[in-house]
């Protein structure tokens, strides 16, 4: 009954990012068609937008869901999403409609991500908790992965087609989560939410978890600004074609769901997170050195494959820790990891770009240089961690 809720919430996180996928490759164009001259500058202010909002409205989601349940929740969120798709592809011609596409897509996307990783804590133990948030992000990967390829065959019907497509998508994910997600969170378990005051989301931001969240935003702040950089890096270095990048995307995201689903939830035991975040940190950092030397389209592959490695052992196990540990409702834990996720991808593409104009290999050293301080983080995590487990057997002791 567990692993069919696991496979239910999975196929709606895959069909949700694949749709979300889709847009990526034709979403900077649609725009340029609408305004020629500042296309780039509102491609850019539409992703920050986007994780803006994301950021201000996830722990309310996560924090509203431990109330009133999980379900209706992520019902509304991925009705939302189709929404926000549907009216990207009616904007044409007008930027106002687009902006506020984003803001709606911000706006609901924590009501799917952070709940949904709510959810899996619901229904699994703790000794199977990192196994779960590793089909989590396997799905999300695999959406990534493949959602930009389908993007850019969509895109030759016409710019709007995958915006369509992904709304179709998304009310197709609402039909399956309608028939076949039943409540994770029992009556009785939200009453207790019920009964207390409003939590909010920085109660989960305290004693040894804060280093594991400042952690989780470092990686997303080193990927997103891999991400706003890599198409210019290989333009100036080796000529770089759209399709070309598409291809390191892809490499990128099918290693990771690989390892996800290969190494992460099958290897990985109750205990064992911290050794695994070490080695994805290490992985990482090696992946952003080795880009440093890329002069070829293989060997940028070959770089992105083994960073995507690294990330794909980082983040289910970083969110296995902070569901384990958190003292305060999961949804309000995994509200506020959705924020500092959506916080790295504000700032991560601004200080990415800014970088590369200071010099071209900066973003690379500066995403190295990060994932080796990260391990710091983890250390100082594990220390305290091992305290006060000390300390608490000392006092059964006595």
């Known amino acids: ?71 209706p929740i992520i019902l509304i969120g991925v009705v939302g999403f189709a929404a926000s798709f549907l009216l990207f592809g009616l904007a044409s011609g007008n930027i106002t409609l687009m902006y506020l596409s984003r803001v709606l897509g911000g706006l609901f996307s924590g009501a799917v991500t952070s709940v949904i990783v709510a959810y899996v804590a619901d229904i699994t133990a703790k000794e199977e908790r990192t196994k779960g948030m590793a089909v989590v992000g396997m799905s999300i990967g695999m959406g990534f992965t493949f959602g930009p390829a389908f993007g850019g065959f969509l895109s030759l019907i016409s710019l709007e087609a995958p915006f369509f497509a992904a709304s179709i998508l998304a009310l197709i994910t609402f039909l399956l989560a309608l028939l076949k997600l039943k409540e994770s969170l029992k009556p009785e378990q939200r009453r207790t939410a019920k009964a207390g005051p409003r ?28 991400e706003a950089t890599l198409q210019i890096f290989g333009m100036q270095r080796f000529a770089v074609t759209p399709l070309q990048v598409g291809i390191l995307f892809f490499v990128c ?11 992460v939830r099958r290897r990985v035991k109750k205990g064992e997170e ?26 940028a592959t070959l770089s992105l494959a083994v960073f995507g490695a690294g990330n794909a052992m980082i983040r289910p196990c970083v969110t296995s820790l902070i569901t384990q540990k958190t003292t305060v409702g999961q949804g309000v834990a995994s509200g506020l990891s959705s924020s500092m996720d959506s916080l790295g991808r504000i700032a991560g593409p601004l200080f990415g770009t800014f970088l590369f104009t200071v010099s071209m290999g900066l973003p690379y050293i500066s995403g190295g240089v990060l994932c080796i301080a990260a391990l710091l983080l983890l250390a100082r995590f594990r220390r305290l961690v091992d305290q006060s487990e000390s300390e608490q057997t000392a006092a059964q002791e006595v």
């Not at 920085?202 to 080193?222: D, E, M, N, R, S």
């Open 1 to 71: 009954m567990r692993d069919k809720r696991l496979l239910i919430v999975a196929a709606i996180l895959m069909t949700t990012f694949l749709g979300f996928g889709i847009i990526i490759p034709v979403m900077p164009e649609i725009i340029k068609a609408t305004d020629p001259v500042g296309f780039e500058k509102h491609t850019g202010y539409m992703l920050a937008v986007y994780s803006a909002v994301s950021f201000v409205l996830s722990p309310y989601w996560g924090g509203l869901s431990d109330r009133i349940g999980r379900r």
């Open 199 to 226: 939590v909010s989301r920085w109660t989960a931001f305290t004693g040894p978890l804060k280093y594991l969240y400042i952690l989780a935003f470092f990686v997303t702040f080193t990927l997103a600004g891999l």
């Open 253 to 263: 995201g099918l290693v990771g769901a690989l390892i996800q689903g290969g190494v």
């Open 274 to 299: 911290p050794k695994y975040i070490a080695i994805g940190l290490i992985l990482s950092a090696a992946g952003f050195f080795m880009l440093l030397a890329a002069h070829s389209l293989w060997w």
